[in-house]
C-alpha cells in the first residue's frame, strides 16, 4: 500500500521566478517531475508530487510560482504560494543572487515555526562563495550551494532532508497500548468508503498495532460482546468509531481502556489537550451560536455523514434548531474565525499535522475553541472522562 499524501513529508521549494526551482526539484529525485522553462512564472499554481525520496522516504515536493510573479495574477498565484506553508514540514528557500531574495520569507517561516534550508543555486555559473558568506553572516545558517546541471550539492542537500524525514516518526497509538496488549477495534464499515476496504484511520491504526506487537482483534459493534465473552480476561484497550460509542460504552470492562480513532487521531495530528478543553465550549453553546464543521475529506456528503448530518442534529437537538452552522471542505479555512463560537474539525486522516496545527494556532490567537469529531461526541454522550488519551 502506498503511503498516503497526509503521511508523508510536506517540503516546500520557494524563491524568485527562475532560480531554478523546478530544476531542482528534478535534480533531487532524479527525475523530470517538474516542468522547467527559462520563461519567468512557468509555475503558476502550487504543484504537489508524492514520491519516494532516496534516502528520506516517502515525501511531498511542493513546487510554488515565484516571490516577484507580478500583475494581478502573480498577486493571486503569491496567496496561493502563501497558503502552501500551511501545510509545509520544511521549507527550501533558493537563491542566485543576494540574500535580499528569501530574507522576507526567512523571516515569515521563522515566525511560523517551519524549518527551512537555505540553498544557492547556479553554482557552475557564478562563484558562489560570496553569497555563502553572507548567509552565514546575515542568518548565522551554512547554505548549501547546489548545480542542477553539475549535480554539485545536491546530495549535501538531500542528506539534510532525510534529517527531517528522521525527525518525523510519531505514534498513533502513543503511550495507550503497549506491546503485547490485547486490543479489541470496533469498526462499524464506513458508507464512504471504497467497497472492500477499511478507512484510512482503521488500516493505519492496524498496521501500527500488529507493528507494536499487539494482540489485534477488529470486530464489528455487533460482535463486541460476543468477542468481549471468548476472551479470557478483558483486553488492555478498545478503540472504537466514535459514531456507537453510545453502543461499545455499556460493554467496556471496567479494567479496559477505551479510546476512539478519532481522538487518537486528535493527538496524532493536531492538539488533544486543546480539543478536550475546548470541548466543555458546547455547554456554553446558545440556540444562536455558529459553529464551524471542518471536514478535511472532499467527498460529497452522505445521508448518514458524521460531520454534516450526525454532529450537527445531536447538536440542535440539546440547544435548539437555529443553531447556525457552517461547513469547509479539503483545504479550506477561514482567516477570520471570531464569529463562531466552536470550531469542530474531522479526525484529519487526510490532512498532515502541519495543517492541523496551524488551524489549531489560529483557533487559539483568535480565542475560539476547536475540538474534534471524536471528542465531541465523547462529551456529548457524557464519557469524556472516562475515555483515554
Not at 62 to 82: S, V, Y
Not at 189 to 206: C, E, N, S, W, Y
Request: with cysteine.
Amino acid at each position: 500500500m502506498k503511503t498516503v499524501q497526509a503521511e508523508r513529508l510536506h517540503i516546500g521549494i520557494f524563491g524568485p521566478t527562475n532560480v531554478g526551482k523546478s530544476s531542482l526539484i528534478n535534480a533531487l529525485t532524479l527525475q523530470d517531475v517538474a516542468l522547467v522553462s527559462a520563461t519567468a512564472g512557468t509555475t503558476t499554481d502550487p504543484v504537489f508530487k508524492s514520491m519516494e525520496l532516496q534516502g528520506v522516504g516517502p515525501v511531498v515536493f511542493i513546487d510554488t510560482a515565484g516571490f516577484d510573479d507580478t500583475g494581478e495574477l502573480g498577486e493571486k498565484r503569491l496567496e496561493r504560494t502563501k497558503k502552501v506553508l500551511n501545510r509545509v514540514d520544511v521549507a527550501i528557500l533558493v537563491m542566485t543572487e543576494s540574500i535580499d531574495e528569501i530574507r522576507d520569507w526567512k523571516t515569515e517561516l521563522e515566525n511560523r515555526g517551519i524549518p527551512s534550508i537555505l540553498v544557492v543555486n547556479k553554482a557552475d555559473l557564478v562563484d558562489s562563495a560570496p553569497l555563502l558568506e553572507a548567509v552565514k553572516t546575515a542568518f548565522n545558517v551554512e547554505a548549501i550551494a547546489v548545480s542542477t546541471v553539475t549535480g554539485k550539492g545536491i546530495e549535501a542537500l538531500r542528506q539534510k532532508l532525510a534529517t527531517f524525514g528522521q525527525n518525523k516518526e510519531r505514534l498513533i497509538t502513543q503511550d495507550i497500548v503497549q506491546p503485547g496488549d490485547t486490543v479489541v477495534l470496533v469498526t462499524p464499515q464506513d458508507k464512504a468508503a471504497p467497497k472492500g476496504r477499511l478507512i484510512l484511520p482503521q488500516v493505519q491504526t492496524i498496521r501500527e498495532l500488529l507493528d507494536r506487537g499487539c494482540i489485534t482483534l477488529v470486530v464489528q459493534p455487533e460482535q463486541l460482546e460476543a468477542c468481549l465473552a471468548g476472551l479470557s480476561k478483558a483486553p488492555d484497550v478498545i478503540i472504537t468509531d466514535s459514531q456507537v460509542f453510545e453502543k461499545v460504552y455499556p460493554l467496556v470492562p471496567k479494567e479496559s481502556k477505551l479510546t476512539s480513532f478519532s481522538i487518537l487521531f486528535a493527538g496524532y495530528k493536531g492538539d488533544l489537550n486543546y480539543f478536550v478543553r475546548s470541548a466543555h465550549a458546547i455547554a456554553s453553546l446558545k440556540p444562536d451560536s455558529r459553529v464551524l464543521i471542518a471536514e478535511a475529506c472532499t467527498h460529497a456528503p452522505i445521508e448518514e455523514d458524521i460531520g454534516t448530518v450526525k454532529i450537527p442534529m445531536m447538536l440542535k437537538k440539546r440547544f435548539g434548531e437555529s443553531l447556525q452552522f457552517d461547513f469547509v471542505r479539503g483545504h479550506d479555512f477561514p482567516t477570520d474565525l471570531v464569529n463562531y463560537d466552536l470550531i469542530i474539525q474531522c479526525g484529519s486522516c487526510m490532512v498532515n499535522r502541519r495543517s492541523v496545527l496551524h488551524r489549531v494556532a489560529q483557533a487559539e490567537e483568535q480565542g475560539v475553541p476547536m475540538t474534534n469529531y471524536g471528542v465531541t461526541l465523547a462529551f456529548l454522550q457524557d464519557i469524556l472522562g472516562r475515555v483515554s488519551y
